[in-house]
């Protein structure tokens, strides 16, 4: 049996702060609670920032206990409070958060969030508060390094969980749908999507292809007798879906087409169990690392093992989409 690696060489951090930045993804609160309740088995003080880096700039700092960090395992978004914030990417705020963090004793920073709060936690760094390891939380899983990040799991079975429903009201009217999910330019989650909904296929921006294949592939559907055909679209697709979608209506093609963008529903919700247990494991390996002195970090999950890497060979690398799972789910949706 395995065993859980609990390191005995005590670095002497004993104030750490740990925020939540950018998009909200589902189990950023267990990722929380995993680092505030390992943090204070290991006889640490911790902090929570409120509205990320928005919140460090500012001061807004909370100290947590365990009973502050209870029920929340459970729920989606993040208590404490997340915010897009420009200021971090400049000198001045850099400079402040710094500040903020010396004034109030921090000596470690935990940031949980994505690629632009990884990198906001590099300018940190570059700034002379070396003291911080990132766990990657955001549903888009476009960081690279780790196999998932904290809260895609949950929003796969949000977007299958929709395209399920679509797919009744599809098949009720003999329709094409496209149904465009989030990502930014990362087209993970549409890839993974088409697989888990059945769907005949995945628009993505790391491999646009001409609209007379998308065409064709509604055309296709229609002819082998199917009662629908689903296409999913990434959001950082070259071709915005509603001008596809507008496109495709005007054409002959059996099926009639209809859009939906799911939107923000794909960011709520309850995490599911494997982000709980992802969240859990990355905060407690958080806690591992600063005890052991290991910073500029981020927790990667890796072939089952939870890791650290470099921040700085991380941030701005484009994770690809997985080739195997596009051909799979092409051949299987025919
Ligand atoms: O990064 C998460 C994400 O939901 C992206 O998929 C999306 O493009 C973006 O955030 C939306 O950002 P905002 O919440 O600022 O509208």
Redesign the pocket.
């Known amino acids: 049996m395995e065993q859980i690696e609990v390191s005995n060489s005590e670095s002497d951090i004993r104030t750490i702060a740990v925020l939540t930045s950018?998009?909200?993804?589902p189990g950023m609160n267990a990722a929380i609670r995993a680092v505030t309740r390992a943090g204070i088995y290991f006889g640490m003080k911790v902090y929570g920032v409120h509205d990320g880096f928005k919140g460090l700039i500012n001061g807004d700092f909370e100290l947590l206990s365990r009973r502050n960090v209870s029920g929340v395992l459970n729920l989606g978004g993040t208590f404490l409070r997340t915010a897009?914030c420009d200021e971090i990417e400049t000198p001045h705020g850099q400079r402040e958060a710094v500040r903020q963090l010396n004034n109030e004793g921090i000596e470690a920073l935990v940031i949980i969030g994505?690629d632009?709060s990884m990198a906001g936690g590099q300018a940190l760094i570059e700034k002379g508060f070396e003291k911080v390891v990132g766990i990657p939380g955001?549903?888009?899983n476009?960081i690279f390094g780790t196999d998932s990040c904290v809260g895609v799991d949950t929003a796969l079975n949000t977007i299958m969980e929709a395209v399920d429903k679509i797919r009744d009201t599809a098949a009720s009217h003999s329709r094409a749908f496209l149904v465009q999910t989030?990502?930014?330019e990362c087209g993970y989650?549409a890839v993974q999507s088409a697989m888990i909904s059945g769907a005949e296929m995945a628009l993505v921006p790391e491999d646009p292809v001409p609209v007379e294949e998308i065409a064709r592939t509604i055309e296709n559907s229609y002819k082998l007798g199917k009662k629908h055909c689903i296409i999913i679209i990434a959001?950082?697709y070259q071709v915005p879906m509603v001008e596809l979608g507008q496109k495709l209506d005007k054409m002959d093609l059996g099926f009639t087409t209809r859009a939906i963008n799911l939107s923000?529903i794909?960011?709520g919700g309850t995490p599911t169990s494997f982000d709980r247990i992802l969240a859990s494991r990355m905060g407690f390996k958080t806690i591992q690392l600063i005890r052991e002195g290991t910073f500029g970090v981020m927790t990667a999950l890796q072939g089952g093992k939870i890791i650290g890497l470099p921040i700085v060979d991380v941030i701005g690398k484009h994770r690809s989409i997985s080739e195997e799972y596009l051909q799979i789910s092409n051949i299987l949706s025919r």
Do not use: S
């Not at 950018?22 to 993804?25: C, R």
């Open positions: 950018g998009g909200d993804a897009r994505g632009g955001t549903i888009d476009d989030m990502g930014r989650l959001e950082g923000y794909q960011r």
